[in-house]
């Protein structure tokens, strides 16, 4: 079974009258749809300030300064997640 094929078989989890206000809320600014666009909205904008302020991280040294080998270490200790790096940050390569 593909993702296709299981996303479209996905079922609301609501009742068929509360299934029935959903759809039309949707077109009204209160349904899920628009919900996911407002969310996913606020996704893009905050992965793109996180992006920016991990290049401010690496210029600023600060990761160095607490013992660690590369940004992507520091920021993924501070964002509680795991390095996803294939390499050494350029300036640790000077």
């Not at 009204?28 to 996180?50: K, V, Y």
């Not at 964002?79 to 390499?87: I, P």
Request: hydrophobic share 35%; with cysteine; glycine share 6%.
């Amino acid at each position: 079974m593909t993702a296709r094929t299981t996303a479209t078989q996905h079922q609301p989890r609501t009742t068929s009258a509360a299934t029935n206000n959903a759809s039309a809320d949707a077109f009204h600014g209160d349904g899920p749809a628009d919900q996911f666009r407002s969310t996913a909205r606020t996704w893009a904008r905050s992965q793109q300030a996180l992006v920016l302020l991990a290049a401010d991280i690496d210029d600023s040294g600060c990761w160095l300064a607490e013992g660690h080998t590369t940004p992507a270490s520091w920021i993924a200790l501070a964002a509680e997640v795991e390095t996803c790096t294939g390499s050494a940050s350029p300036s640790t390569q000077r």
